[in-house]
């Protein structure tokens, strides 16, 4: 449990072991992050132990070695997965499930199945600003209970009717063999360099199906959230 500030040079706590001050994570009992600030856990986190955030900060996972099996659950604030390899799982290799308001937010990978559940939120690309498109990849089951807000940006365009870059919008990839895709979202597209000279026929990346079959891609459109087109766009 972390409750506050915190430097472990060794040792056991309730079921967590950690070498070094910034050594690899042990945990066969369940690593519980009640922060109400921002805490980077960079290092490895192994074992057979659980994830669990409680407290309304940002917990951000960088590390490309997690590989916990027990699952992770975000009950509160934001997780911020920034894991740069394309093999590994910010978190290990157990589900995932995000409840009430809290947050999945960043640019990277996710292995395990993941659940959002009402009310619960995806931010897909830096969740401080940024200038290009990113992307997030989810290589397991993918499902929500009821309806969640996913956030991409669009960053440029052309204006003049046609696709634009992968780089100029947020994007949501999917990879791995095919499976179930099950999701009631709420979409947002922002807009945080306020684009001008809209064109009918503009386009952008957003979605990346990989190998999902057209009959396993049941995405449900609950509401779009857009700023104001002009006249004759819609």
């Known amino acids: 449990m972390l409750t506050g500030n915190h430097t472990h040079t060794s040792g056991t706590y309730g079921g967590i072991s950690v070498t070094g001050s910034s050594g690899p994570i042990t945990t066969d009992g369940t690593l519980e992050i009640k922060r109400s600030n921002s805490v ?108 969640f807000e996913a956030r991409l940006d669009l960053f440029s365009h052309l204006g003049n009717g046609t696709l634009n870059s992968s780089l100029s919008a947020d994007q949501l990839v999917i990879s791995g063999t095919d499976r179930l895709i099950d999701l009631d979202i709420q979409l947002v597209l922002g807009n945080p360099n306020s684009l001008l000279n809209w064109a009918a026929g503009d386009s952008w990346y957003l979605w990346t199906w990989g190998g999902i079959s057209l009959g396993n891609r049941q995405i449900t459109l609950s509401s779009l959230s857009a700023r104001t087109l002009p006249g004759g766009l819609f």
């Open 40 to 147: 980077s856990l960079g290092q490895g986190i192994t074992s057979s132990g659980s994830l669990a955030q409680t407290g309304p900060g940002n917990t951000t996972l960088s590390g490309d070695s997690n590989t916990y099996s027990g699952g992770t659950t975000i009950s509160n604030g934001t997780l911020l997965a920034t894991n740069p390899s394309p093999t590994s799982s910010a978190t290990g290799s157990g589900s995932v499930a995000f409840e009430n308001s809290a947050r999945l937010a960043g640019t990277g990978r996710i292995t395990g199945g993941v659940a959002f559940q009402t009310g619960s939120k995806l931010v897909i690309g830096n969740l401080f600003g940024g200038s290009n498109g990113r992307d997030f990849e989810f290589g397991g089951l993918l499902s929500s209970t009821g309806a």
